[in-house]
């Protein structure tokens, strides 16, 4: 008998050793790794130039905290043990308020090094001094961090802001190994960059192959012990460059490589034949808009309209002057309140967000893209999923339009369906005042949508010329226009506004703003956020927004700031303080085994939880193809094997 059972463990032996031969699961799982294509150059080791900037960063480094994809992307501790705890000082003192953070216990760095709160302190020093960027610039309101002992850092900041946390997330970097190269002023981690990659995240360097431009990193060994988190289920994760597309597409259907970077142009027809491939549009942090200056006098929404009226300003660094109007009160003969003159003004806002030719938009992105609801993107926290697009229609804009006269006692206006637009009767008078300039980023032209978006304008009788600049010619216009404190301080309590383009400033604007997943427009709306004391450089005046932000940017109650940011929504999608356009998407390709580890609204954002990385389970091995899966002689050692198997059952069960 016991020569039975070892000639049946033979068989089973053999059995599972052709298995693994034939498995398609076991081909395809390639030692368990994961290659990630890139079209981006791997030459650049810098990690203070690669942050932000290249995937492999957030495999080796990780900060104190970190996005949780479990949480709706809430804040949770990594590094720390627990989230921070916060002491708001006084506010006469130049620290308004301070984050203490306590470190886990134990942490260690890839190579086994302890990470303290030195190290921490220190790597904020020189990311606000090797990476061309302050602190505050990186980190805003932070102003100093110290290490009080080796778990206990203090960071202080010279604002009060909810938003904190974003400062907490800088990768830690082992002072031992920065510090003496940052005392020379050397450059080595970008010739000898094995030195010093080196972090605490889950995966530690294994090799950079200059030949094939790969990058690979293999599991942390330290990483469980350090922070409770699970290790990956795979043994490797390669970045690799293939800087063709049709390259990287083929590697892809081949198996060679796991995922497609987005910023490889492709269509998703490509791909279509390929079932075992997925492809998903992932919407980013990013809106692009219709940027208004509310001194315009057909749909502006200015500060304290009725003491901006028939005002002049005189612009000191253009040597021109600008006198304030309104259509409306123009042709009511003044006989409308400010209400009525902004509810007119805002109507016609309102026209123009349906008059955008949003189809043409998202086919000229070729499908990279989704309309937008407000300027808030629908990936951030709390974003309202009630608040419904305006989509496409002239006719609802030009009924708007319409609504918007009859404020102003006009109630016979006729317009042109689906031509100019042009208004009919006594208003030709009128029409310059329903110009404008748009200005749009070269490097953001899409030729075909800035026709179509003037071709709709004009059937509401907007004369959007589209001017397209570099940089160089927008800044100067609109969002870094010249005004001084004096200018900004006037006598009478009025404020300079950013004046209209023939007075050297802009009429209208096509930009594109990265929010991020805490939506925090401050500074761009509020009245106390005109030009040149913030980046309000709309001239957008709302006493009720002003107060809605000042409650939104004081609130530290996460419960309480999402409610807020939904009525903050509200206000800017019925108000309108500019147009919102569409948010662009990334276009992901990827083999689908992955698709229960993948967060790809973390990867289109440069960041992702790379320890819930596991192996692929391949779903075509199955019962169905069990025996096709194999060659004719190891399908006949499989029915001995299984026989065999029955056998010692059965003996056993006696």
Do not use: C
Not at 273 to 285: A, G, Y
Request: aromatic share 12%; charged share 20%; no cysteine.
């Amino acid at each position: 008998m016991q020569a039975i059972k070892r000639t049946i463990l033979g068989v089973t032996l053999f059995l599972l050793m052709v298995l693994s031969i034939n498995s398609p699961s076991m081909a395809e799982n390639r030692d368990n790794q994961f290659v990630y294509a890139t079209p981006a150059g791997l030459g650049n080791y810098n990690i203070f130039d690669a942050f932000g900037n290249q995937q492999w960063v957030g495999t080796l480094f990780v900060g104190l905290y970190a996005r949780d994809s479990d949480s709706g992307y809430q804040y949770t501790p990594v590094l720390a043990e627990t989230m921070p705890t916060i002491q708001k000082t006084n506010q006469e003192s130049d620290v308004k308020m301070i984050a203490r953070v306590t470190l886990r216990n134990n942490l260690q760095f890839s190579n086994g090094d302890p990470l303290t709160a030195e190290d921490v302190a220190y790597t904020y020093e020189i990311f606000s001094t090797s990476s061309n960027m302050d602190l505050t610039s990186n980190a805003p309101g932070l102003s100093e961090v110290i290490p009080i002992d080796d778990q206990t850092i203090e960071f202080r900041f010279q604002t009060q802001s909810p938003f904190y946390m974003d400062s907490l997330s800088l990768p830690i970097l082992p002072k031992n190994i920065y510090q003496p190269l940052m005392a020379t002023g050397s450059k080595d981690y970008e010739t000898d960059p094995e030195k010093y990659l080196v972090g605490a995240g889950p995966f530690k360097l294994e090799n950079i192959n200059l030949v094939e431009n790969s990058l690979t990193v293999i599991p942390n060994p330290y990483w469980s012990e350090s922070t409770g988190l699970p290790m990956s289920g795979v043994d490797r994760i390669i970045f690799k460059q293939i800087q063709s597309a049709n390259d990287a597409i083929a590697a892809l259907k081949n198996g060679d490589v796991d995922i497609l970077d987005p910023f490889y142009w492709y269509e998703k027809d490509e791909l279509n034949d390929t079932k075992e491939i997925t492809t998903t549009l992932v919407p980013q942090h990013a809106t692009y808009e219709l940027s208004i200056n509310h001194i315009h006098p057909v749909w502006g929404r200015t500060a304290q309209l009725d003491l901006f009226l028939g005002k002049t300003f005189y612009y000191t660094s253009t040597n021109q002057s600008y006198t304030i109007k309104s259509f409306w009160d123009e042709i009511s003969n003044g006989i409308m309140s400010e209400e009525e003159r902004l509810e007119a003004a805002r109507l016609v806002r309102e026209a123009m967000a349906y008059a955008m030719p949003m189809e043409t938009i998202i086919k000229d992105l070729d499908g990279r893209g989704e309309p937008a609801t407000t300027v808030m993107p629908k990936t951030s926290i709390g974003w309202l999923s009630s608040l419904k697009q305006r989509e496409y229609s002239i006719t609802k804009a030009q009924d708007l339009i319409i609504k918007a006269f009859a404020l102003a006692g006009w109630n016979n206006i006729t317009t042109v369906p689906e031509s100019t637009g042009v208004y009919i009767g006594d208003l030709w008078m009128y029409f310059n005042e329903w110009s404008a300039i748009t200005l749009t980023p070269e490097s953001h032209s899409f030729s075909n949508w800035h026709s179509a978006l003037r071709q709709e304008l004009l059937k509401i009788g907007i004369n959007a010329t589209i001017f397209e600049a570099g940089w160089d010619t927008i800044a100067p216009r609109s969002f870094s226009f010249n005004l001084t404190r004096s200018d900004y301080e006037q006598p009478d309590g009025t404020h300079t506004p950013v004046p209209l383009w023939n007075t050297s400033g802009y009429d209208m604007l096509i930009i594109a703003y990265s929010w991020g997943f805490e939506f925090n427009p401050e500074g761009a709306w509020e009245t106390s956020a005109w030009l040149p004391l913030g980046y309000n450089f709309y001239n957008y005046w709302d006493p009720d927004y002003d107060t809605l932000m000042l409650q939104y940017t004081h609130e530290f109650d996460s419960n309480t700031r999402s409610q807020l940011v939904g009525q903050l929504q509200e206000n800017l999608y019925h108000h309108l303080p500019s147009i919102p356009l569409f948010h662009p998407a990334s276009l992901w390709a990827y083999d689908k085994s992955w698709s229960d580890f993948l967060d790809l609204v973390l990867l289109s954002n440069m960041i992702y939880e790379w320890w819930k990385l596991k192996p692929i389970v391949s779903d075509s091995f199955t019962s169905d193809n069990f025996l096709t899966a194999l060659n004719p002689f190891s399908s006949i050692i499989a029915l001995l094997g299984t026989l065999g198997l029955i056998l010692v059952k059965q003996r056993k069960d006696y």
